[in-house]
């Protein structure tokens, strides 16, 4: 190769931004579930509106189109909400709970 010789980038050039799946952030979905487990009602449903919001803005930050920001956070609320499952089914056969 000649030294001299320029090298142009090309939008083909451009490395595109793949963000770490939503519904593989252990600390993120145990977070939320644990948040949601000592809300209730109305506090409840805005933090898990501001909660989705941000991880939307996140996602578009990153460039993501809104079909995969879609798929994205409802993979997220599927995660937190098998979370929530499982911590209520573990408190259930350690006994903590009467069923």
Same mark, same amino acid.
């Given at each position: 190769?000649? +030294?001299?010789?320029?090298?142009?980038?090309?939008? #083909?050039?451009?490395?595109?931004? %793949?963000?770490?799946? %939503? +519904?593989?952030? /252990?600390? +993120?979905?145990?977070?939320?579930? +644990?948040?949601?487990?000592?809300?209730?009602?109305? @506090?409840?449903?805005?933090?898990?509106?501001?909660?989705?919001? =941000? /991880? =939307? *803005? @996140? /996602?578009?930050?990153?460039?993501?189109?809104? *079909?995969?920001?879609?798929?994205?956070?409802?993979?997220?609320?599927?995660? %937190?909400?098998?979370?929530?499952?499982?911590?209520?089914?573990?408190?259930? #056969?350690?006994?903590?709970?009467?069923?």
């Amino acid at each position: 190769m000649a +030294a001299n010789q320029s090298v142009k980038a090309t939008e #083909s050039d451009v490395s595109t931004i %793949v963000p770490f799946p %939503v +519904a593989r952030r /252990l600390t +993120a979905i145990r977070t939320a579930a +644990a948040e949601l487990e000592d809300l209730h009602g109305a @506090e409840a449903l805005q933090f898990w509106r501001r909660r989705c919001r =941000a /991880l =939307a *803005d @996140e /996602l578009f930050a990153c460039g993501c189109s809104e *079909d995969e920001v879609r798929r994205q956070v409802m993979d997220f609320q599927g995660e %937190v909400q098998a979370e929530l499952q499982h911590r209520h089914l573990s408190r259930v #056969s350690q006994g903590v709970m009467s069923q």
